[in-house]
């Protein structure tokens, strides 16, 4: 008798798992169509979660990954602000799925699974930029590529919406764009000179930006990843791209989900001839970081550096950004006026565990911006504010990063831990950045 308890016993928990009424076709299928399956789809970048057999068999690692927040992937600390096109689940979701993980059942057939159009593409597609042509990533962990696309309009016109179709969404992972204007063409051209085929295809490897050199002025279009509503700019405002322009695709693939196998991915643009305000991606970082670049050497701030073997390391710097508004935006934005802020975004490579963002008042009051606790290098995103924020002459904007440069938190190169060494300012993968971006108009 008393071996039949324990079974008794979940069999009992089963019962009110069941009289809770959680079952999979009623609550947990909607529950992942609205925030899983935009990654977890069949040919999608993550295994699929689409019927009840492949939701049971992962069913204790839902239960994990949405319990812990590491699932739906979202960076941003929203105790720090709200954001639009916030993917998270509310803590009731979470308690239905861990409730069903704990206790499935499939529920009534006759409930038809519900379908989400994701939000990824945009509201009107005015210009497809494709690929010159399919690209098949090297087999390393992971590859990141920058791809010239030939800019075709004749006059100067804004982009007021962004988006990337990946050509095959089990490699694309999360994609920038930047602009390449007549003016800067010659330092992406060098890149593809520089290469063993001379540059005969418009790609070249590309890790943590674009162009080596000009990393914090490089001019940001924008940024993707798979699954979160992308691309459309707050209204009335875009970012000006004259004739002659390039845009650059920068795309970090994952060839272990399909090795072999290549991508033809499409830049999706939104378009207007006038705006109402310009906007700029607003780069913001100690100019000692940038300028002292590599030099390896503590110099009392005056470049960035991160010893080698600390766990826990942070840099941090405020500055008035509003006198050097011009320089900043490329004079979209002249020097000493207000700005309105409407997202940002965070920027370090694979070291970083922690970067923040704010404006510090006159007196000393701190609006926060945005707060990435666990940085990810492989889910970076601009993030949209619901309500935008003022930067008046006399606001600081202030950026604090922590890196883990400890032998435990080293990348892989070649199947090995690189050992740690002393980091500062550059791209690779041995270097390491932090750099806010926030795009601004007047
Ligand atoms: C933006 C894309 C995206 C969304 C949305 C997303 N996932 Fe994921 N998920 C991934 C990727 C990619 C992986 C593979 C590991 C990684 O890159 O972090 C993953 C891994 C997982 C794993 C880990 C499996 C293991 O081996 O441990 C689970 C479980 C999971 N996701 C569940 C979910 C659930 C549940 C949701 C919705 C509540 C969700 N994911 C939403 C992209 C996504």
Redesign the pocket.
């Known amino acids: 008798m008393r071996s039949l308890a324990p079974l008794t016993l979940v069999a009992l928990a089963a019962l009110t798992g069941c009289a809770k009424g959680y079952t999979y076709n009623a609550d947990v299928q909607p529950?992942?169509a609205a925030?899983?399956e935009?990654?977890?789809e069949s040919g999608g970048?993550?295994?699929p979660?689409q019927t009840y057999a492949q939701a049971f068999a992962?069913r204790a690692?839902?239960a994990?990954?949405?319990q812990s927040l590491?699932?739906?992937?979202w960076l941003p600390d929203d105790t720090c602000n709200s954001y639009k096109a916030d993917?998270s689940?509310s803590a009731q979701e979470i308690a239905v799925?861990a409730a069903w993980a704990a206790y499935p059942s499939e529920g009534d057939p006759k409930i038809l699974p519900v379908k989400i159009t994701q939000p990824t593409s945009l509201g009107r597609v005015d210009l497809s930029l494709p690929m010159a042509q399919a690209y098949a990533p090297r087999a390393e962990p992971d590859d990141y590529e920058c791809f010239l696309l030939d800019w075709p309009e004749t006059a100067t016109t804004y982009v007021t919406g962004f988006s990337i179709v990946p050509g095959n969404p089990r490699l694309v992972?999360n994609a920038s764009a930047y602009i390449a204007s007549p003016g800067q063409l010659s330092s992406y051209t060098r890149q593809l000179e520089q290469l063993p085929d001379g540059g005969t295809l418009p790609r070249y490897p590309c890790f943590g930006g674009p162009t080596s050199g000009l990393d914090a002025l490089v001019n940001w279009l924008g940024l993707w990843?798979?699954?979160?509503a992308s691309g459309e700019l707050p209204q009335g405002t875009g970012i000006q791209v004259q004739p002659g322009s390039k845009v650059v695709l920068q795309i970090n693939y994952t060839p272990g989900n399909d090795p072999g196998a290549t991508d033809l991915s499409t830049v999706q643009l939104e378009l207007s001839s006038t705006v109402a305000k310009q906007g700029a991606l607003l780069p913001f970082a100690n100019p000692s970081w940038v300028l002292g670049g590599n030099t390896g050497v503590s110099d009392a701030g005056s470049s960035l550096f991160i010893p080698a073997g600390q766990a826990s390391y942070n840099v941090q710097f405020q500055l008035d950004p509003t006198p050097y508004l011009g320089l900043l935006t490329n004079n979209i934005i002249p020097a000493g006026t207000p700005i309105t802020v409407y997202s940002a975004v965070g920027r370090m490579l694979l070291h970083g565990t922690q970067e923040q963002l704010s404006v510090i008042h006159p007196d000393q009051s701190e609006t926060c911006l945005l707060n990435l606790k666990q940085w990810d290098f492989?889910w970076q995103g601009n993030y949209f504010f619901r309500a935008p924020i003022q930067v008046v002459p006399g606001d600081q904007l202030a950026i604090s990063c922590t890196y883990d440069n400890s032998a435990a938190n080293q990348p892989m190169v070649d199947g090995g831990l690189l050992t740690p060494a002393v980091l500062s300012w550059g791209e690779s993968v041995t270097d390491e950045l932090c750099l806010g971006l926030c795009y601004v108009t007047l």
Do not use: E, K, Q, W
């Open positions: 529950l992942l925030h899983c935009s990654c977890h970048i993550a295994f979660l992962n690692a839902i994990t990954d949405v590491r699932m739906p992937p993917p689940l799925l992972h990843v798979p699954g979160i492989g």
